[in-house]
């Protein structure tokens, strides 16, 4: 599933299709376009054009010069490419610009979105913008299982199922362990571990590339000491940690 290095990608991606003129835009499929009806969305955007990029955490929007928001979403697999060479079967969304280029929203699973002026009001900080007070008062109150609070899009925004199990993993602590328990220290020390894993995965790129990203498989053991990791349902994702380093 894309996560913040993605999304940043994506982002830079977008930076490509600004200053261009929008001509047309196909906003047939009604799922990946809800709540607009078929052009809705076009009818917002054709005759202006696209002035800045911005990303939230997993979220994106682009500006146009009279005011209007386009809000993209890439899902759990979608990708958004500028001027490709050819339409593909995937194409949930596009939008053509006056100098025959596009930007398009690739979606094989069809879980991606685009939409007219959104809310991210209930998005929480970027991962990896968020001050240390702040960090401190969101991840460190209530009981949850850290693995959980840190998957919650609302806390923090931008760290998925592998970025999390890596950052905790830098961190040396369990994912199951409850928020309250932790230390200022901790919490310190967890918010560095996001900020060096965020940087590495966007340098390197993507969330994937992690140093403990290999070992969350069968029989995967622990880069640090090599012993077995342990596999289990938390926060709803499927989680890897090493019970010897992680406490």
Known sequence: MPELPEAERARLALEAALGRRITGVDDHDSYVCRPHATGEIAAALVGHRLTSAHRRGKFLWVETQDGTTL?????????????????????????????????????????????INPDYGHVGPDAADVGRAE?????????????????????????????????????????????????????????????????????????????FIAARASQGRCPRDGSPVHRARIGGRTTYWCPFCQR
């Open 71 to 115: 809000g993209l979403h890439l899902g759990m697999a979608g990708r958004i490419e500028v001027d490709p060479e050819d339409s593909g079967r995937w194409d949930r969304f596009r939008v053509d610009f006056e100098d025959g280029g596009a930007l398009v929203l690739r979606d094989k699973r069809r879980l991606g979105r685009a939409v």
């Open 135 to 211: 960090f401190r008062r969101l991840i460190g109150s209530g009981r949850a299982p850290v693995k959980a609070r840190l998957l919650d899009q609302g806390v923090v925004s931008g760290l998925g199922n592998l970025l999390v199990d890596q950052v905790l993993w830098q961190a040396r602590i369990a994912p199951g362990r409850s928020v309250s328990e932790l230390s200022v220290e901790d919490l310190d020390r967890l918010r560095r571990s996001v900020r060096v894993a965020v940087r590495s995965s966007l340098r390197l790129g993507g969330s994937h590339t992690g140093q």
